[in-house]
């Protein structure tokens, strides 16, 4: 059972539109991670979120945990080609003994140019 | 290179063999991690080393599954008698001892791509 559903599955875009990538659960979590992963590779880093309506930038994309630390989303601005990847929600409970993650059902973006 | 290493990159096996993956971690992390991911889908959490000591084994981790971390660096996972249901990119991950409450993050390796024919 995945605990975070992201959305939309599957986004193919021009290059230059902007998009929103959407991560939500009925549970909280005390930090949530964005990843990219491209095809045969390990999932990247992209950011982590700790604090409930954190906003964090990294050039186009922008970062937000949602409030209740629920939900976050992500946003592109002017995509690009070298965007294209598995964008992947990733999110770890409070006190966890393990520092497990908890994946999202991950967005696979096409970026056309 | 100072990332999460993980060998074979690749492998293909006979359904039935053994196999066994390996991983090195960044060699400050004392927290280990193994994941399974299938096509099209979000990483799955398999288990957890702190240090050498196995802390966690998630119920996707069935009797032919094991995995050690002798030295408390690097991690093997075996999986014996492979069955073609074993298919799947499996993931190495570490990451440092959280401080307090504070989660930390996880780096990945580029993982090992299993094919049971």
């Known amino acids: 059972t995945q605990l975070l559903e992201q959305s939309p599955q599957f986004l193919s875009i021009q290059e230059g539109e902007n998009l929103t990538v959407y991560c939500n659960s009925s549970s909280v979590f005390s930090s949530l991670q964005w990843y990219r992963q491209e095809p045969g590779e390990g999932p990247v880093l992209l950011v982590t979120v700790v604090t409930g309506g954190e906003v964090k930038k990294l050039k186009r994309l922008t970062f937000q945990f949602g409030d209740a630390r629920k939900d976050s989303s992500l946003h592109i601005t002017a995509a690009q080609p070298g965007d294209t990847g598995l964008y992947l929600c990733?999110?770890?409970?409070?006190?966890?003994?393990?520092?497990?993650?908890?994946f999202g059902t991950g967005t696979l973006l096409a970026v056309q140019p | 290179d100072t990332g999460v290493s993980q060998n074979p990159r690749h492998k293909i096996t006979k359904r039935g063999q053994n196999v066994t993956f390996r991983c090195d971690p960044i060699?400050?992390?004392?927290?280990l991690y193994w994941y399974r991911q299938t096509l099209g889908q979000g990483p799955e959490f398999l288990t957890y080393?702190?240090?050498?000591?196995?802390?966690?084994k998630s119920r996707l981790l069935s009797d032919r599954f094991s995995a050690e971390r002798p030295k408390g660096s690097f991690s093997t996972l075996e999986i014996q008698r492979t069955e073609q249901g074993d298919s799947a990119m499996y993931l190495c991950?570490?990451?440092?001892?959280?401080?307090?409450?504070?989660?930390?993050?996880?780096?990945f390796g580029q993982g090992t791509r299993l094919t049971v024919v």
């Open positions: 060699s400050e992390h004392n927290r």
């Open positions: 080393f702190q240090n050498e000591a196995q802390l966690e």
């Open positions: 990733a999110g770890a409970r409070y006190g966890g003994a393990t520092n497990k993650l908890i």
């Open positions: 991950a570490s990451s440092p001892t959280p401080r307090g409450l504070m989660n930390t993050e996880a780096f």
